[in-house]
């Protein structure tokens, strides 16, 4: 009988041996650590020798860099996204320019050297480079107009960038231990680190932190490996002082009007559309008109008109526009070409100091957006020998919208010296709806957006003179602008009732006539009164007027008010 169960019973043992061991073994799997190690091409997506990650910050961006010949370069579009929008590209003539408030710095895409107005000098690499269509920029030249630091690593090629020195935690390592691709054991190593070893703590959870590593490697650190976390401020870069934009701004609110001069004759008319005036302190005529796509305008400037002005107490800002001529120019063509800039601001600023005026008035509408970048240059440029010379450079822009970001205004606010609003065609000649020119909420918001992005005492709202009729037939929309002296006599001819519109601080009416539906949104004293309140409320730099001549009278003495608050 023993002898039957004995074996049994070493039978029952080994099986329990047997699960024990197996079992201890999937324990054992289970918590113990892996020694796999990740691939660190795999991890930084490396794709090619000359290719570079960016850690910008604390965060693997998708924009790469570059080495060639052992200098870091990053392409324009990155430069421009994260670090300085100031480098243009003339892609064209193969230039890279970089605009500064008297100077503009010039170097030959794929040359060494550097010209500015003391002179060429030639640096240890070059500048900008091109690899393909792609412009790229040595991160040093771009370091010495923007602050940022940045050091190298290698075994894969990666960049540790930073643009803001926050307070950070950090850590030390209290024994050798893995950072790993993710919170766990299982997790494979990206890099070792040895005790005493300090990490940058990004986040922490319950028993793993997310950490960086020193050569800026990001994973995961289990807690108890840690010290107690402790806070750390950088030393912030500060290598790069940016210089001071100077501007030609008045001490007293500006009352611009703009004097439509539409030839020679024109000139004779100063009298005429300032006779009534109440405050004008600035005329602008519209005297210079693009004309061809080599940087040539027309001219209507007169020596006499400027000095009967100046004699008036009023400053000449003339005005420089694009739309007489519109179907001959390429505005593109024109702005994209530094020689074709420098042209046309060569002689926009040689006709401002031969008649003597006071400022400029740059009145360029309908700009692509592609033509962006190339129209801001322009300002940039053009602000040089303007702010140089004593000449008040002011820019008209549309009221803000999502089509018109690409004039840049808040750069603008920076190189110029008056942002203008045209604060008016709400509603305008082919509009799909009736409405009002300028309603209130039209021109607060016009107001609020752009004084968001450029210093108020830098901003003039313009107002209109003008008013639309509008005729509603078939279906069909039409109107015709009319001055303030017409659009009354309007109403009374048709004995229209009008009555205050709470919506749009406008006075209203409308009436129908031979199956036609006329509507009228007038712009008066007192829908200019609301619009002078809303510009004194937000403390901005003044007033512009669309355009003289087409006024009451009446309007000088509200205008005349608002200057004086």
């Excluded at 001219?299 to 002005?309: M, N, P, R, T």
């Excluded at 018109?404 to 509603?427: F, K, L, N, P, S």
């Excluded at 607060?444 to 009729?469: D, L, M």
């Amino acid at each position: 009988m023993k002898k039957k169960i004995i074996p049994v019973l070493l039978a029952i043992v080994l099986i329990i041996v047997i699960a024990g061991i197996s079992f201890g073994t999937k324990i054992l799997e289970k918590y113990s650590y892996t020694k796999e190690r990740a691939d660190l091409d795999a991890y930084f997506q490396m794709a090619g020798d000359s290719d570079v990650a960016i850690v910008l910050q604390n965060e693997i961006i998708e924009e790469r860099a570059r080495l060639f010949d052992g200098v870091y370069y990053l392409d324009l579009n990155t430069v421009h996204k994260y670090f300085n929008d100031r480098f243009y590209e003339d892609k064209g003539e193969g230039l890279l320019l970089y605009t500064l408030p008297d100077d503009i710095i010039r170097t030959v895409t794929g040359s060494s050297e550097v010209t500015t107005k003391d002179g060429t000098e030639t640096l240890a690499y070059q500048p900008a480079r091109y690899e393909g269509d792609t412009l790229y920029l040595a991160i040093d030249y771009v370091k010495q107009y923007t602050n940022f630091s940045y050091e190298g690593f290698t075994a894969p090629n990666r960049l540790q960038i930073y643009l803001s020195w926050e307070e950070r935690q950090t850590a030390e390592v209290k024994k050798d231990t893995a950072v790993r691709v993710l919170g766990g054991v299982k997790s494979e190593i990206l890099e070792d680190v040895a005790a005493g070893d300090k990490v940058i703590l990004l986040e922490q959870m319950e028993t793993w932190s997310k950490v960086k590593t020193a050569d800026s490697v990001i994973g995961y650190i289990e807690n108890k490996r840690l010290e107690e976390p402790r806070a750390e401020l950088p030393i912030p870069v500060t290598d790069y002082e940016e210089p001071e934009y100077t501007s030609l701004t008045r001490d007293h609110k500006i009352n611009l009007g703009w004097h439509v001069v539409a030839g020679v004759a024109g000139n004779d008319t100063l009298d005429a559309v300032t006779a009534n005036t109440k405050g004008l302190n600035v005329i602008s005529p519209t005297w210079f008109k693009l004309s061809d796509n080599e940087g040539n305008f027309t001219s209507f400037a007169s020596q006499s008109y400027v000095d009967k002005a100046h004699g008036m107490g009023l400053e000449v800002w003339g005005l420089v526009e694009n739309i007489e001529y519109k179907d001959s120019i390429d505005m593109y063509a024109i702005l994209s070409s530094t020689t074709t800039r420098t042209k046309l601001i060569d002689g926009l600023v040689n006709a401002a100091l031969t008649y003597g005026l006071d400022g400029i008035n740059v009145d360029f509408e309908q700009i692509s957006m592609d033509c962006g970048e190339h129209y801001i240059e322009f300002i940039r440029e053009l602000s040089i020998p303007c702010r140089a010379n004593g000449i008040v450079l002011s820019v008209d822009n549309y009221v803000p919208t999502g089509y018109t970001d690409h004039y840049d205004r808040q750069e603008q606010g920076v190189v110029a010296d008056y942002v203008i609003i045209m604060g008016y065609d709400e509603h305008y000649a082919g509009s799909p709806e009736a409405g009002s020119v300028a309603s209130i909420n039209f021109v607060e918001e016009g107001i609020e957006k752009t004084v968001s992005q450029v210093p108020a005492g830098k901003v003039i709202n313009a107002v209109p003179f003008y008013t639309r009729i509008w005729e509603t037939k078939d279906g069909t929309l039409d109107s015709q602008a009319v001055g303030m002296e017409m659009a009354e006599e309007y109403v009374n001819a048709h004995n229209i009732q009008i009555e205050w519109d709470d919506e749009t601080c406008q006075n209203y009416g409308e009436y129908s006539e031979g199956g036609s539906l006329y509507q009228i949104w007038l712009e008066d004293a007192a829908s200019l009164e609301v619009k002078l309140n809303i510009m004194e409320k937000y403390q901005i730099g003044g007033v512009a007027c669309w355009r003289l001549g087409f006024e009451k009278p009446e309007i000088w003495d509200i205008i005349e008010a608002y200057l004086a608050r």
